[in-house]
Structure formats: structure tokens, C-alpha cells
């Protein structure tokens, strides 16, 4: 396999070395759309396949007093179909963890290598684990699991070797973006797939409170006002969603 240029930008070159095909493993059913909607959009439109893992169903996380958490589990999910279809993604999984109990432990590993050798995908998008300061620990577990699963468990055969009885083979994507991240190097613009973001972001429904499309345009552009008192925005496009990258094959 042709080593990435980490000089070119990170998805052409994925795109042309590898493949056009991704993983995006997030803790919550909207984690996604919030980080990365427009980019999945993008990419889709670019003729990616886009497969979502959700390690949780989101049973937590409403004021109603009336729901149960398997009752919002299932409303969640159905939530973050209709999303996904949106963006142009596949249907997603969900990996069945309790909202907010997450660990980083054998057992989400292997469930995350097992999915990685089955699905083979060049590029994983996934929470930044190693994110200073304040972030949830579902998202922190999720970052780092993914980033152990895929070096170096999925890519070692003596990793979970029982997997070999499906047929599955060692995989080691060649790049990872990762999103919520506090140190940025790649940025995606998403002029042209903001509108598809707002509405993957509204199928949430039960998370929206109420919010529109507008509410949601000026949430995003206040956030990217606030974003750029701090930094050196000017090459930088305006509608953007920004990530860590992480090559893999050099
Ligand atoms: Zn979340």
C-alpha cells in the first residue's frame, strides 16, 4: 500500500491511494451530525460509503419524566436512521452500551476490531480521546478505544485470533480525522452541505427542544464567531468543520 503525502490534503489523498470508503464511530446518536455532518455529506456526495457505529443508544438525556430508557434508546435509534439517510451514510449500528457507562476495556475493543476487519474502511472518523479539559467520557472512551483497536489490535493477527473463524483478516485504515478535538489541522468546508447537516441535525428530534433550522444556523455561526477571536482564521474557510488527523500508513 502507497504511503499518504501528509502534504496533500488528508481525503484526496485517501481517496486516491486507498479508497472511498469510511467508519465514523461516535458515543451518541447525534455526536455525529453535531461534528461532522456536513463532512459525512461531503464525502458521500463524493461518492464515499459511509458506515456509523454508535456505541450507545442515548437512553439517557431527556427532561420528559414519563420515558423509560429503552423507550428513548429506540426512539434514538430510529432518530439517527432517518440522519443517516439524510447525510447519504449507511444504515448505522449501535453497539448497545449504556448511555454514560462506557469503558475503555478488552470487551469494546474487540467489538470495535471486529467491526473494523469487517468493514475494512480507509479512513475512521471518531471522537479526539486525548482532548484536554472539559469532555464527556463516553466521547474520551470511545476516542481512545477506537485509536487501540485500530493500532495495534485490528491490524495484528494474534489480536483476537477467534475472529479468524469468520473469515475476517487483519486491516489498518491509512488515516483517522479526529473530531472535538482542542488542536485542529484539518479543516473541511461545508458551505455547500451545511443545509444537510441542520437537517440531519433536526431528525433528532427528541434532542432538538424545540429548535429550528434558523436557531441552528446562528448556534453554528456564533460558535465559529467565538472559535475565531482565538485563532488565525483568515485562510481558514468560513462554514467549516475542523478535525485532528492521524496518518497511518507512511
Ligand atoms: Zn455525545
Redesign the pocket.
Known amino acids: 500500500m502507497e504511503a499518504l503525502d501528509p502534504n496533500k490534503d488528508l481525503l484526496d489523498e485517501v481517496e486516491e491511494k486507498s479508497g472511498k470508503r469510511a467508519l465514523c464511530i461516535f458515543?451518541?446518536p447525534d455526536?455525529l451530525e453535531f461534528t461532522c455532518g456536513g463532512t459525512v455529506a461531503m464525502m458521500s456526495s463524493r461518492g464515499w460509503t459511509i458506515d456509523i457505529l454508535v456505541a450507545t443508544s442515548g437512553n439517557k438525556g431527556t427532561k420528559d419524566p414519563t420515558v423509560t430508557a429503552q423507550q428513548l434508546a429506540g426512539e434514538r435509534e430510529e432518530e439517527t436512521r432517518a440522519a443517516a439517510t439524510i447525510m447519504g451514510a449507511n444504515e448505522p449500528r449501535f453497539l448497545g452500551f449504556p448511555d454514560g457507562m462506557l469503558s475503555s476495556d478488552d470487551r469494546l475493543r474487540e467489538l470495535l476490531v471486529l467491526e473494523i476487519r469487517k468493514l475494512r474502511p480507509e479512513l475512521v472518523i471518531t471522537w479526539d480521546g486525548f482532548r484536554s479539559g472539559f469532555n464527556?467520557r463516553?466521547?474520551r472512551v470511545t476516542g481512545i478505544s477506537s485509536y487501540d483497536a485500530i493500532y495495534p489490535a485490528a491490524d495484528d493477527h494474534l489480536f483476537h485470533p477467534d475472529q479468524k473463524l469468520q473469515g475476517l483478516k487483519p486491516f489498518r485504515p491509512s488515516a483517522m480525522l479526529l473530531a472535538g478535538t482542542d488542536v485542529p489541522d484539518y479543516h473541511v468546508d461545508i458551505k455547500d452541505h451545511m443545509e444537510t447537516k441542520i437537517a440531519a441535525l433536526l431528525a433528532h428530534v427528541s434532542q432538538m427542544g424545540g429548535r429550528d433550522a434558523k436557531s441552528l444556523r446562528k448556534m453554528f455561526a456564533d460558535r465559529l464567531a467565538a472559535a475565531e477571536k482565538n485563532d488565525v482564521a483568515d485562510s481558514l474557510p468560513p462554514l467549516r468543520e475542523s478535525f485532528k488527523k492521524v496518518i497511518l500508513r507512511r
Open positions: 458515543a451518541h455526536d464527556h463516553d466521547h
